[in-house]
Structure formats: structure tokens, C-alpha cells
């Protein structure tokens, strides 16, 4: 099994959840996030007095699956995530050694179908 862990721009979560969902996805998690990259936060100018978002606003995914169902998810996430511009997040994948169902106590990739 794998943690897949995304960090999306977060305008982008509905493309995302559909192009996830049809490739068969059953779950996931988001999380409200902030940060920064390359890009490096961005000026605002409201009211007209200039300051500097230093952490921009994101949508981190975790989506726990197996081994097998890893390269689809990924190309999923990375398709429907793109615009093209800086700042379209990146993808992280961790191995994870076992899981638990709390309800059922099945353990292993039945506890994550």
C-alpha cells in the first residue's frame, strides 16, 4: 500500500475529485493547507496599501491505496491539477506498512477498498 499526499490549488479540487472518482477512487481527505514554493507568496492591494501573502492557501489530498491502483491515481491527480502556471502543487508518495478498518478490524488493502 501507498499514502498518496497532493497539494493542489485549491479552485482545482472538483476536477480533481471527478477525475479521481473515475478512475475509481472510493476516499480520500482534504485538508485546508498553506504554503509556499517557488512562487513565493504573492502581493495584494486592498484598499490600496500593498502587502505580501507570504503563505498561499492550498488543498492538501491523502488518499491511501494499493500498490496496484498507485500509477492511475497519480496520473489523475496530475492531470486535472495542471494549469501550466507556477504554483500547481506537487505529489508525494509514502510507503504505508499496514492499515486498520476501526468498525470491522480488517486489516491491510481491505481496510482501504
Same mark, same amino acid.
Given at each position: ?6 497539494? +493542489? ?8 475529485? *471527478? ?11 482534504? @485538508? *485546508?493547507?498553506? #504554503? ?29 491505496? @494499493?500498490?496496484?491502483? $498507485?500509477?492511475?491515481?497519480? *496520473? ?14 506537487? +505529489? ?8 486498520? $478498518?476501526?468498525?470491522? @478490524?480488517?486489516? #491491510? ?5
Amino acid at each position: 500500500m501507498v499514502k498518496i499526499e497532493a497539494v +493542489i490549488k485549491p479552485h482545482k479540487l472538483d476536477a480533481v475529485k *471527478e477525475a479521481l472518482v473515475k478512475v475509481g477512487v472510493s476516499g480520500m481527505t482534504v @485538508s *485546508e493547507v498553506r #504554503g509556499f514554493g517557488k512562487q513565493k507568496g504573492h502581493e495584494d492591494i486592498p484598499g490600496g496599501e500593498t502587502f505580501t501573502i507570504e503563505f498561499l492557501p492550498k488543498l492538501k489530498l491523502e488518499i491511501v491505496c @494499493s500498490d496496484g491502483e $498507485r500509477d492511475k491515481i497519480l *496520473e489523475a491527480i496530475s492531470r486535472a491539477a495542471k494549469t501550466g502556471k507556477i504554483g500547481d502543487g506537487k +505529489i508525494f508518495v509514502s510507503p504505508v506498512t499496514d492499515a486498520v $478498518r476501526i468498525r470491522t @478490524s480488517e486489516k #491491510g488493502d481491505a481496510a482501504v477498498q
